[in-house]
């Protein structure tokens, strides 16, 4: 079918400039009839998390809400001795009088390694034990909004914090030293590291069971699953399952702080594990989000 456009006094030539024109005004014109494809760059896919965490401020203000609905539970649970946040100690029972304390992840909980992530997305480097150990030797993880009011609040009110975090024993003393230079002064007592004794894993669990012994555990606080119940090596139906029945003591007695940049979330929607190779965990991420199937659109209006 001819087009009216294509004058029957133009040139054949001159038909073909408005035809090309034409073809190429409805390409880039959109206008809600066409959808545009983003010719996706294969970009490092931490860039967005990492970005969001450095820039928004909105992390800064979930981590302060978080941290102040904390303080008001533990207000809470040391009224009530019956409370235990721990569900070790809730098997054993038998906690009602012990000494209150607050169970605290450290990296991502209380501690912000923001300059560590940044480091690998722009130097397209992975974890290492070795790249980490650069970043914590020079003990400048600043704390995170909301922490240090929370440490300060507890203290003052008797409860020891106790901090369980999956740093390596040999990271100790930088550890504390970085705490101090924060304001946050601890001894090692209050610091219980990966392997600092032979059962002490990264399953947190006999780290609690530790704690349980001596302390009633009032509050968890942490940035992943694993600071709350042990879901290692589960994929993410199974995870979300195994943690479900606990749902209620989120905002309770257990309060998470957000961390989309890396956690034992990511290995469990590969499956469990990590596969080791970008392409295969980039496919896989993009393969568990959810979709829909737009309507169709129509362009006569
Ligand atoms: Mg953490």
Redesign the pocket.
Known sequence: MKLMILGKNRTRCENKVVLFCIVFLIAISGSGCSHRKCKCLQADDRALASSWMHNAVEYEYINKSTYTAAKTALIRALEDTSVSASLEQEETGGYENLPPAVIL?????VINNGPFQGYMVKNKENYSPELWKKWSDLKDAKPLAGAIDFLDFAIANGVTPIYV?NRIAAEEDNTIENLKTIGISTTREQVLLKNEHEDWTSDKRTRREHVARQYRILLLL???LN?FVSVKGLNTNDRNEKSLPYINNFGDKWFILP?PSY?SWEPAVYGGHYPGEYEKEHKMRVDSLKTFVPAETNCKH
């Open positions: 992840d450290l990296d991502e909980t975090s942490g940035d992943d600071d961390n956690g």
